[in-house]
C-alpha cells in the first residue's frame, strides 16, 4: 500500500525527516510513536504533500506508484486522508459545507454522516465554522466525521487522542474503530499511546529526531515506553 | 429647483468615485428584457409574491401588489411630491441632478401601518439600451409598526455601455422593519451612482445588505440612514467583489440622532486582478446610542487595491463607537487544510473566499438564501 523509501524533509530551513524508510501493507494497522518534535506529523504531512515540507530525496510510492509529486487533492483522491493533529480553524466555512462537498465527490450518504454525527455527539457542529470555537476533543471529532466522508484506503491519524477526555475518548475510538475496516490501512500517531487500546496494531515504530529507531510487536513497546520513557529508545542501540 | 440650477451641477465632479460625463448618457425606452440576466442574480422571472416591478431601461414593464396594506406601483402612479427628494436633495451632485432632469421610473412600496408583509417584494431593473441613462426613483415606505422585505436585483445586458443612478428613499416608521437585499451583477462597460437615504423612527428596524457580484467599470454609492427616534436601528452590511478592471467605492453612513439607537456597519471587499476597492463607513453620534463598523478586505490579486476608511465622529459624552478593520490574503495553510480533504485548490479558495464573504445578516431566510446565492455567484462557485 505505502512505501516510503529514504524519505529526508526539510522544514522552516531544517531537517525535520532523516531517511525515514516505512513500508504499510494494505490493512496494515501502524502505531508511530514518539516524543514531542520527534517527526511523526511531520511524516504524516509529508505523506498528505503539505507544501511546507521540502523533499530534498527519497519517495513515497503509493499502491506502486510514485506520489512525491502528487498535490494534497490528488493524495486524498487516490485514498489518503489525514486527520490533523491541530487542524486550522476556517471562519466561514462551515462543517457541513466540507462534508458535503466530500461526500458528494465520495458519493456517500449524508444522512449516515450525519447519523454519525449524532454518535460522535457533534451534530450541533455542522453548521459551525470549521473548528471555530471548537474544544480540542470536538476538532478531533470533526476531523473523524470528515474522514468518515472521505472512507481513504491509507488513514493518516495524528495525536487523536491529545486533548480529548475520557468520556469522549470512547465515542472517538469507537468511530475510529469504525473507520479502520479490515482492508483500511492506517498510520495513527501518539506519544501517549491511549489509543492503542481501540486500534488493533499490527506493528509499532518507534521515531526520535526525525528518524524511525526501532518497530516491534505493538504491545510490548509500549509497555516499553510506558515503563522507560522514550529515554530508554535514546539509547537504545537498536535499529531497523 | 430649477432647470437651470440642476443643469449647471452637471459638470461639478461628485465628491466620491471617478468622474463621468452624465452628459453622454441619455434615458432610452426598453429594449430588451434578458431573463436568462436576471436569473443569474437570483431574480425569479415568474415570481409570484406579493408585490412586483421591474423596469427595463425607462420604461415599467410590470408592476403588481396582490396583498392588502401593500401598494407596489411605479414613481410616476405615486406623483407624490411630498415623499420625494425628501432625504435626498436632486442638487446633491450631477448624479442626482440627472436623476431629477432625466429620470424615469422607480418602484414605490408602501405598507400601510401594522401590516406584516411575508414573503419579499421582488423588483428589477435591467438596462439593455446601448448609451443609456436610467435614473429610477425608488421608495419605500413602512408605515408605523409594519415590516417589509424588498430584494432587488439590478442587472445589465453584457457589452452593454450605461450608467445607472438609483435614487432610493426609505421611510421606516415607527416600530416598523425594512428588510432591503440588493444584488447588482453589472458589466465592464457599466457605471453605476445609486443614491440612497433612509429615516427610521422610533423603534424602528432597518436591515440593509448590498451584494455586487460581477465585474463593473466604476460603482460609487454611500447611503445614508438616519436614526431620528429613540431605539431605532440600523444594519447595513455589504459584499463587494472586485473584478477585472472594476473601480468600486461603497461606503454606508448612520448617524445616530436618538438616544438608544443602534447601528451597525460591516463590509466584505474582495479585490481581484486590477479592481480597486474603497470601503468607507461612517457612524456620526448626535444622541446617546452605540455604533460598531467592521470593514474587512481580502487581497487576491498583486494588482489590485483595497483602501478601508472608517469614521468615527461622536458629539455626545455617553455614545460608544468602535470600528474594526483588517486587510490580508488567504492563508496557506487553511487552503492546504481544504485541499488535503480532496477539495481541488480553485474549489478550496472559492470557498474559503465565500466563507470570508460570509456575514451574519438579519434578513428573512428567503432572503439569507438570495445572499448565500449570490455570494456563491461571486466567489465563483
Not at chain 1, 144 to 170: C, H, T, W
Not at chain 1, 191 to 204: L, V
Amino acid at each position: 500500500m505505502l512505501e516510503i523509501r529514504d524519505l529526508t524533509v526539510e522544514a522552516s530551513g531544517r531537517i525535520i525527516l532523516d531517511s525515514v524508510k516505512l513500508t504499510v501493507r494494505d490493512g496494515e494497522k501502524v502505531l508511530l510513536l514518539g516524543p514531542n518534535g520527534s517527526g511523526k506529523s511531520s511524516l504524516m504531512q509529508t505523506i498528505m504533500g503539505n507544501p511546507s515540507y521540502k523533499i530534498l530525496s527519497g519517495s513515497i510510492m503509493f499502491n506502486g506508484r510514485d506520489i512525491t509529486g502528487l498535490s494534497p487533492e490528488e493524495r486524498a483522491r487516490i485514498g489518503i486522508g489525514l486527520i490533523f493533529q491541530i487542524p486550522p480553524k476556517v471562519k466561514g466555512v462551515r462543517l457541513m459545507d466540507l462534508i458535503e462537498r466530500i461526500a458528494k465527490m465520495r458519493g456517500i450518504d449524508l444522512d449516515e454522516i450525519r447519523r454519525k454525527a449524532e454518535e460522535l455527539r457533534i451534530s450541533h457542529l455542522l453548521e459551525r465554522d470549521l473548528n471555530v470555537g471548537f474544544s480540542g476533543g470536538e476538532m478531533k471529532k470533526a476531523e473523524l466525521l470528515i474522514m468518515l466522508s472521505q472512507r481513504p484506503k491509507l488513514a493518516l491519524i495524528d495525536e487523536i487522542d491529545s486533548g480529548v477526555d475520557v468520556e469522549s475518548m470512547e465515542h472517538v475510538g469507537s468511530s475510529l474503530n469504525g473507520i479502520l475496516s479490515s482492508d483500511t490501512s492506517a498510520i495513527v500517531v501518539t506519544h501517549t499511546g491511549y489509543i492503542s487500546k481501540y486500534i488493533n496494531a499490527d506493528i509499532a515504530y518507534v521515531m526520535l529526531n526525525g528518524r524511525i529507531v526501532c518497530s516491534g510487536d505493538p504491545n510490548s513497546i509500549l509497555d516499553n515506553i510506558r515503563r522507560e520513557g522514550f529515554e530508554a529508545c535514546m539509547s537504545c542501540k537498536r535499529a531497523i | 429647483m430649477q432647470k437651470s440650477y440642476l443643469m449647471s451641477i452637471l459638470d461639478k465632479k461628485a465628491p466620491y468615485g471617478i468622474d463621468i460625463d452624465v452628459k453622454k448618457f441619455i434615458p432610452a425606452e426598453a429594449l430588451k428584457l434578458d431573463e436568462e440576466r436576471l436569473k443569474e442574480i437570483g431574480i425569479d422571472p415568474d415570481y409570484s409574491g406579493p408585490g412586483t416591478y421591474y423596469q427595463v431601461d425607462s420604461s415599467v414593464v410590470k408592476r403588481a401588489s396582490n396583498v392588502s396594506g401593500l401598494k407596489v406601483t411605479s414613481f410616476e402612479e405615486l406623483n407624490d411630491p411630498e415623499l420625494s427628494w425628501k432625504l435626498i436633495s436632486p442638487d446633491q451632485d450631477k448624479y442626482t441632478a440627472a436623476a431629477a432632469l432625466y429620470g424615469k421610473g422607480g418602484y414605490v412600496v408602501v405598507v400601510d401601518e401594522g401590516v406584516k408583509v411575508e414573503k419579499p417584494v421582488q423588483t428589477c431593473l435591467f438596462m439593455s439600451a446601448p448609451g443609456s441613462l436610467q435614473a429610477p426613483h425608488n421608495i419605500i415606505i413602512a408605515k408605523d409598526n409594519s415590516e417589509v422585505s424588498v430584494f432587488t436585483g439590478c442587472t445589465i445586458m453584457k457589452e452593454v455601455v450605461g450608467l445607472h443612478v438609483g435614487i432610493t428613499e426609505f421611510y421606516v416608521g415607527r416600530n416598523a422593519r425594512v428588510n432591503f437585499l440588493m444584488i447588482h451583477s453589472w458589466n465592464p462597460d457599466a457605471h453605476v451612482r445609486p443614491r440612497t437615504a433612509a429615516i427610521v423612527e422610533e423603534g424602528g428596524q432597518f436591515v440593509y445588505h448590498y451584494v455586487n457580484i460581477s465585474p463593473v467599470s466604476s460603482l460609487q454609492t454611500y447611503p445614508k440612514v438616519r436614526l431620528v427616534g429613540r431605539n431605532a436601528r440600523a444594519h447595513l452590511s455589504s459584499v463587494i467583489v472586485g473584478k477585472g478592471n472594476s473601480n468600486v467605492d461603497v461606503g454606508s453612513e448612520v448617524s445616530l440622532e436618538a438616544p438608544g439607537t443602534r447601528a451597525e456597519i460591516i463590509s466584505r471587499n474582495v479585490a481581484m486582478d486590477r479592481s480597486t476597492i474603497f470601503a468607507r463607513a461612517r457612524i456620526i453620534a448626535r444622541a446617546e446610542g452605540r455604533g460598531h463598523t467592521e470593514c474587512m478586505g481580502l487581497m487576491l490579486s498583486e494588482e489590485a487595491n483595497i483602501v478601508t476608511i472608517p469614521e468615527l465622529e461622536s458629539s455626545v459624552k455617553e455614545a460608544e463607537l468602535t470600528h474594526e478593520a483588517a486587510v490580508g490574503k488567504l492563508k496557506e495553510e487553511e487552503i492546504y487544510y481544504l485541499t488535503s480533504k480532496g477539495i481541488e485548490r480553485r474549489d478550496a479558495i472559492s470557498m474559503l473566499v465565500r466563507g470570508f464573504m460570509r456575514v451574519d445578516v438579519e434578513l428573512p431566510p428567503v432572503l439569507r438564501k438570495q445572499v448565500e446565492f449570490a455570494t456563491a455567484m461571486a466567489a465563483g462557485l
